[in-house]
Nanobody
């Protein structure tokens, strides 16, 4: 029951990347999905989350608000994280996770199923 994050890579500061998170339908259905990240030497932190219903209920960390956009395509069992105006401090491994229910949450303990992560590196 593993989520698959993809789309990471190397970008220049000010550039953009789009991450994707694919999950089995039984994991994806009726559950919120969140994105978290862990920078080298740092603890994992919340980035963004979206409810099962979609873009009418989203949460963002203050550090990414206005730059990142989370969305989902329930027909494709996929959640996206569009990252614009990237900063060097966005460099991290990004993880997606499926929650225990339909409501978006910023708490990592709410999420039961995690992907392996995708590396995002932003050069300054």
């Amino acid at each position: 029951v593993q989520l698959q994050a993809s789309g990471g890579g190397l970008a220049q500061a000010g550039g953009s990347l789009r991450l994707s998170c694919a999950a089995p339908r039984r994991t994806f259905s009726n559950n919120a999905v969140g994105w978290f990240r862990r920078a080298p030497g740092e603890e994992r932190e919340f980035v963004a989350a979206i409810s099962w219903r979609g873009s009418d209920s989203t949460l963002y960390a203050d550090s990414v608000k206005g730059r990142f956009t989370i969305s989902r395509d329930n027909a494709k069992n996929t959640v996206y994280l569009q990252m614009n105006s990237l900063l060097h401090e966005d460099t991290a491994v990004y993880y997606c996770a499926a929650g225990r229910g339909p409501i978006a949450s910023s708490s990592s303990s709410y999420y039961s199923y995690w992907g392996q992560g995708t590396q995002v590196t932003v050069s300054s």
